[in-house]
């Protein structure tokens, strides 16, 4: 005999994931440029450089699946905060037609609660011959519990590099503030590029070959 989950219990790690999950929290794009880009510096801007330079190479790779050649900044500017002006000189130098920058744009402390629920807990009562047995169930009373979780902003922007410079498509993901650079950059590009596709401003990701 089977005991079930109780229902309670599945409705909050259902909330609580629902609120942890990555997603778009904002989303705007520049209607008149649709051109596509073609080579495109990738900029995290982290005081970290281990984590910047994580997020950035994988970002890069993924841009590279759709057609785009993209470099991590940390191969021209290898500061870790660079400032505006070296930025716009290699993006100059380099003949980049974008670039791709993602800073965290805020975070919040959040608390999510879990109640209590009671489950049944079997256990087995000899019968009265031997070899038979019977099953019993008690019931134990689980508590609630509070969790606390940090939620960050990552914003990412797409800059067209002509002239001046000027943002074409811009987008904030929401995302928990414990996750690895790696498991932060896999979120922006699962959550960013597909709407970049859609955007006509990059290419869809190549099929994979078999073999």
């Known amino acids: ?13 259902l909330f609580l994931a629902a609120c942890t999950t990555p997603r778009l929290v904002n989303l705007w794009s520049d209607p008149t ?7 495109a510096l990738v900029l995290a801007v982290n005081k970290d450089g281990a984590s910047r330079r ?3 190479d994988l970002l890069a790779a993924e841009l590279r699946k759709r057609g785009v050649s993209a470099t991590p900044s940390y191969d ?6 660079p400032g505006e002006t070296a930025l716009r000189e290699k993006v100059r ?3 980049y037609d974008a670039a791709l920058v993602t800073r965290a744009a805020g975070h919040e402390r959040r608390t999510s609660y879990s109640p209590g629920y009671s489950v049944a807990v079997p256990y087995v009562v000899p ?10 169930y008690d019931w134990a009373w689980q508590p609630g519990y509070a969790r606390e979780y940090e939620v960050v902003d990552l914003e990412t922007t797409l800059w067209r590099t002509e002239g001046e410079g000027r943002v074409v498509w ?15 950059a896999r979120a922006v590009a699962r959550a960013v590029l597909p709407e970049l596709e859609k955007a006509g401003l990059v290419a869809a990701a190549a099929p994979k070959r078999d073999g």
């Open 54 to 56: 994580v997020f950035e």
């Open 170 to 184: 811009a987008g904030t993901l929401r995302t928990l503030g414990d996750d690895s650079a790696a498991q932060r």
């Open 127 to 136: 019968g009265p011959f031997w070899g038979t047995y019977a099953v019993w």
């Open 76 to 81: 021209v500017l290898p500061d870790d905060r």
């Open 33 to 39: 440029s649709r051109a596509p880009i073609r080579k």
């Open 93 to 95: 130098q380099g003949g």
């Open 1 to 13: 005999m089977r005991s079930r989950i109780p229902a309670a219990a599945v409705l909050s790690t």
